[in-house]
């Protein structure tokens, strides 16, 4: 085995010893009956000109000084085809994204293997070592780790799991659905602010609407904004659907005012109204940071008929420790946690276990004021009322919090109330 930075420069010579070139690059092509994409060509730099020959060729490509088969004169040319990739010039350097490490990554080197005459590219290393190789410190550096007893490990993804998207753009690994379902929104939120606006575009594609509402509720509102425009208006309509109401207004109320208006006219009728009631609320307000995704029940039912009627009306909220109690207007009567439920008689009526000291805040109260109360009571979240006591949503504490505490600390808390 052995890897392309090795090779790359050396010289080039005919059958006969001869001066050619040097070698500047291999063109590999990927077949459907070969995991792993076969070497057909060389590039040789003449002087400054450029030359393609065959593969077929080189009589040993590993030597010090390349030997050709064949004289000067009688070196044939390789026929370019569309499919074919400079290994050199299309992937190194190029960026793949590492979903077993959550990642993005950059292609070091490539490891190439002959197998009965036929040369294959391997593996992709990302590692540290395909740096030093490069750099030509590779051996230095594992004479150090020998004297010093330091294990060097190699980093390594098989060209199995590696596709070309854009020859001279971008690189990433084949992620079936399957895999991107396993990633965390927040892992799949740090690949995309490594990637660039094109990669992160491409990216996006790969995933479904819910994945990609997922990532981008856990970027800034600016880099959603960005993200938002490289989509067409009905996917862009779809994610807004999916993301919590609160997320998407704040969303909405950073791009330009028409597509805001044309998104929201194509989301879902009551998507589409709670984004619209947000976005009546100044920014900074507790109803411009709260959202429309609460459970209520009222008062008079059995703690086994609230268990029931929050499986049917509730099952798509996220935040669900706290459930409010209201009347048929949804005047706000009370609150009670999810262990209040789960330990209450189930015969008991919500009335005779729910809090009536509920922590509210008014919807034109300060982001400030609301933090305050979040903080001074130990609130996961607390609910928004207008001045009829009339519920309208809730305030999470990291939406609370959001401007008070930066966002890189922010980051770091756990979302308790998730």
């Known amino acids: 085995m052995a890897f392309l930075s090795e090779i790359l420069g050396r010289t080039i010579t005919d059958l006969d010893g001869n001066y050619v070139g040097k070698l500047e690059d291999l063109i590999a092509r990927e077949r459907p009956e070969f995991p792993h994409p076969v070497v057909d060509a060389v ?30 004169e009688d070196i044939p040319t390789y026929t370019l085809n569309d499919d074919d990739v400079y290994l050199s010039r299309d992937v190194l350097d190029k960026q793949i994204i590492d979903t077993d490490g ?46 010093l007893r330091i294990p060097l490990t190699d980093n390594f993804i098989s060209w199995d799991n590696v596709e070309l998207l854009h020859h001279d753009q971008f690189m990433r690994l084949r992620v079936p659905a399957e895999s991107l379902a396993d990633l965390h929104p927040a892992d799949l939120a740090e690949i995309l602010s490594d990637l660039n606006k094109m990669e992160s575009g491409q990216f996006l594609e790969s995933m479904n ?3 990609v509402a997922d990532a981008l509720e856990q970027v800034e509102t600016d880099f959603q904004a960005s993200l938002l425009s490289e989509m067409d208006d009905e996917r862009a309509a779809d994610v807004l659907e999916k993301m919590d109401p609160d997320e998407a207004a704040d969303l909405l109320a950073e791009i330009p005012e028409a597509r805001s208006r044309l998104l929201v006219s194509l989301m879902e009728k009551e998507e589409a109204d709670d984004v619209r009631h947000l976005l009546t609320f100044p920014e900074d307000s507790a109803g411009g940071i709260m959202t429309t995704d609460y459970a209520i029940v009222p008062p008079d039912i059995t703690a086994e008929q609230a268990i029931k009627l929050l499986r049917e009306t509730a099952s798509d909220i996220d935040t669900l420790l706290y459930v409010y109690v209201t009347d048929p207007e949804e005047h706000l009567l009370g609150v009670f946690s999810l262990t209040d439920l789960i330990f209450a008689e189930p015969a008991s009526l919500v009335r005779d276990f729910m809090d009536d000291r509920v922590k509210t805040v008014h919807t034109l109260d300060e982001q400030v004021e609301v933090a305050q109360i979040i903080t001074k009571y130990d609130l996961l979240a607390v609910p928004v009322v207008n001045q009829e006591n009339i519920i309208q949503g809730i305030v999470t504490a990291d939406d609370a919090l959001d401007k008070i505490i930066p966002t890189a600390w922010k980051k770091r808390l756990p979302r308790f109330y998730r």
């Open 209 to 211: 609407v819910e994945q």
């Open 43 to 72: 590039v040789i730099d003449r002087r400054g000109e450029k030359q393609i020959i065959p593969y077929s060729i080189v009589m040993s490509l590993f030597a010090p000084a390349i030997p050709l088969k064949c004289h000067i």
């Open 102 to 147: 959550a990642r993005v990554v950059r292609v070091n080197d490539l490891q190439l293997v002959r197998i009965n005459g036929t040369l294959y590219v391997s593996n992709v290393d990302v590692g540290m070592m395909g740096i030093l190789r490069r750099v030509g410190l590779e051996r230095m550096t594992n004479a150090i780790a020998s004297g």
